[in-house]
């Protein structure tokens, strides 16, 4: 039985309709006649979520790898505002996540009754579209009622916010079925193949052309950068831009002296990052990526091997250089566990692929999903071609995983060390949230989930762990110095008396008793020995429950170890 109102059971059909399988659920008395509808509808499954703010990541990851839309409903009030990190971090990242906010009846807002504030616009510029639901009496009211909900649900790429004033009693569940409702479908103009063509014309006809992806790719290309300086060879004329945003602001500056840059997205936005943008084609960047390197693999580029052999130099002065122990040690030692070409997948059973294997569509995802093949020669069946040389996928017989790295310091040495796509929440760049994006992740796949986590974003973000949705395939890998080491790096900063107490927010707090009241099997590491074991087991060893090892460091030595790698690049 559903809810007798009947916005809640418009909203319920067209969500079905629209094709949301996965919804993201927050306790509270005002949304109950959703949540109850969302539980009672066979084709939704739903995630129970307390931590408001969580709940919006975990939604956010749960998009990430279903790449579907994904519903995040709470309650009337502030609920809503907790919401809003989460859906400014999708905005950036054009991941369709739907916000169902309860709502007391417009005539309270504002005659101080209890949680009543104006939720319509809540959430502002960070969805695409908003909308707020009457409640109806009539034919026409339901029409319309139809219509907004539409018009919400056929937004792609972007999150939206559904907001339901619903009005006592809110707890009567006497409707047997579900209405039959109006679904409105938009039907996306795909680039044409000219277009395609005229593209990948343009950059093979340039005399120093750049293939750039954001997020969730562009590894070493900051040292490359460092390295070449200001020789005036490495610098591109012109630049095709596909994915998400950039990490290094010194790889920014750089491409900045490009003559032009081609920005490729699927919502025609004008994302001027280098300041000399001339082109936005809508479009899949995976698709336009992938015939680029077609025509690499036939019609060698000196500019594009010029940068191939740079990027070679780098990654054999990453891999040669030893780091003392610290967070950088950890990064790289896990990296090497899990992209190197011999050995043990990060899963129970899985044999990585190896050299001239066949691609196959069954088990492994090649470049037009998100995540890209094994490099080593392997061929890929959608289009013949040569894998990408420099984004290395541990592709498996009988599995795949996945690896999210928190903001700062966590995602910069990811920058260095991993030769694969890493999910980051870089569309604001916020600490909070990364350990809930790579939870709801986990929830909805069987692959392993890999997060690699500094202390100041995973203590904000504990609540992450207090989830009854959470198994075995969740594996943490937490970097604790003792305060925000990304503030030892910043120059002027040390000559601030504030800056460890203060800005850093130096502690001495562990993940040891968050893990025991959570059921999170937890491992420590104090040193070298004990971190590359620890790390042995994060990796390989089987469990029902999420796991965690925690690796303490000296923000000293962190510090050194970075330095010391960019000193010797140069």
């Known amino acids: 039985m559903y809810s007798n109102k009947d916005n809640v059971n418009i909203l319920t059909a067209l969500l079905v309709a629209h094709g949301i399988r996965h919804a993201v659920v927050c306790p ?75 709502d007391r ?91 395609l063509s005229h593209v990948v014309r343009m950059f093979m006809q340039a005399k120093r052309p750049m293939l750039i992806a954001g997020q969730p790719m562009n590894p070493n290309l900051d040292e490359a950068v460092c390295m070449v300086e200001n020789d005036e060879r490495y610098v591109p004329d012109f630049v095709l831009y596909t994915g998400g945003s950039i990490v290094s602001k010194r790889l920014k500056h750089f491409l900045r002296k490009a003559k032009e840059t081609w920005v490729i997205n699927e919502t025609g936005e004008v994302t001027d990052t280098f300041m000399n943008l001339t082109q936005v084609i809508v479009g899949d960047g995976t698709v336009v990526a992938d015939q680029v390197r ?109 690896t999210h790295y928190a903001n700062s310091s966590a995602i910069r040495l990811a920058n260095i060390y991993a030769r694969h796509p890493v999910f980051c929440n870089r569309g604001v760049n916020g600490i909070e949230g990364s350990l809930s994006t ?35 395939n969740l594996r943490i890998l937490l970097l604790n110095n003792g305060k925000g080491g990304i503030f030892n790096m910043l120059p002027g900063l040390d000559q601030s008396p504030a800056r460890d107490r203060f800005v850093a927010a130096e502690h001495h707090t562990t993940a040891e008793g968050i893990c025991q009241q959570t059921h999170v099997a937890y491992l420590k590491a104090t040193n070298m020995e004990e971190m590359k074991k620890g790390i042995a087991t994060l990796i390989r060893q089987e469990s029902d429950t999420p796991m965690l090892l925690e690796v303490f460091t000296n923000p000293v030595d962190d510090q050194t170890a970075l330095q010391t790698y960019y000193q010797s690049l140069k």
């Open 294 to 402: 077609f025509m690499l693999e036939q019609q060698p580029h000196p500019f594009v091997q010029l940068w191939d052999d740079l990027l070679a130099k780098v990654r054999s002065k990453a891999e040669a250089y030893q780091p003392v122990y610290s967070q950088m040690a950890a990064v790289k030692y896990f990296e090497s566990q899990c992209s190197s070409s011999n050995g043990q997948c990060p899963t129970s059973n899985g044999q990585r692929s190896m050299v001239n294997v066949q691609c196959s569509t069954s088990n492994v995802q090649c470049p037009t999903s998100n995540v890209q093949c094994s490099m080593f020669n392997v061929q890929c069946p959608t289009s013949n071609v040569q894998c990408s040389m420099f984004n290395v996928q541990c592709s498996m017989v009988n599995g795949q995983w996945s």
């Open 105 to 195: 009846p417009e005539r309270w807002i504002d005659q101080l009754d209890g949680q009543t504030l104006p939720q319509p616009d809540a959430l502002g510029r960070f969805v695409r579209k908003a909308v707020s639901l009457p409640e109806p009496h009539d034919d026409e009211e339901r029409w319309y009622c139809n219509r907004l909900v539409n018009e919400a649900l056929m937004v792609r790429n972007a999150p939206v916010h559904i907001n339901v004033p619903i009005t006592e009693p809110l707890f009567q569940f006497t409707v047997d079925s579900l209405p039959q409702e109006r679904r409105i479908q938009l039907i996306p103009a795909d680039m044409q193949p000219h277009t």
């Open 438 to 472: 790579a939870a709801g992740f986990s929830c909805v796949t069987d692959d392993m989930v890999f997060c690699v986590i500094g202390d100041l974003s995973f203590f904000y973000d504990q609540n992450a762990l207090w989830n009854q949705n959470l198994r075995g």
């Open 28 to 102: 509270g008395s005002r949304n109950a006649p959703i949540v109850h509808n969302l539980n009672e509808c066979p084709d939704i499954r739903c995630f129970p979520v307390t931590d408001e703010r969580s709940a919006g990541f975990y939604a956010l990851g749960m998009s990430q790898c279903l790449h579907q839309p994904v519903a995040v409903c709470v309650t009337s009030g502030t609920a809503l505002l907790n919401l809003a990190p989460a859906v400014a971090e999708a905005y950036y990242q054009h991941q369709p996540v739907v916000v169902i906010s309860a």
